[in-house]
């Protein structure tokens, strides 16, 4: 099972960018698959979070309203849409996914992309 991400990048804060996590080797349609990032001396948090069977999103407050998570069945692909980026949002972005659903127990992990505003 792998994890890639891609998609992060430098960006003004105002700005826009849409990270990409695509999955291969896992059929992830029964998972929960989040988004977490970690900043330097900072604890790693959960940003967006996907029932995948349902639909059903759920975001941190210091992002709401301005990222969304989404997939691609076809491409088997995880989505982050982020908009109105700010400086506190500059980290190491995952994408993990947990087969069991209960977006608790995270099995998978990719290997990070790095996001910075200024």
């Known amino acids: 099972v792998q994890l890639v991400e891609s998609g992060g990048g430098s960006v003004q804060a105002g700005g826009s960018l849409r990270l990409s996590c695509t999955v291969s080797?896992?059929?992830?349609?029964?998972?929960?698959m989040s988004w977490f990032r970690q900043a330097p001396g900072k604890e790693r948090e959960g940003v967006a979070h996907?029932?995948?069977?349902?639909?059903?999103?759920y975001y941190a407050d210091s992002v709401k309203g301005r990222f969304a998570i989404s997939r691609d069945y076809a491409k088997n692909t995880l989505y982050l849409q982020m908009n109105s980026l700010k400086p506190e949002d500059t980290a190491m972005y995952y994408c993990a996914a947990d087969p069991g659903g209960s977006c608790q127990y995270y099995g998978y992990w990719g290997q990070g992309t790095q996001v910075t505003v200024s």
């Open positions: 996907l029932h995948t069977n349902t639909g059903s999103t």
């Open positions: 080797g896992h059929n992830y349609k029964t998972d929960c």
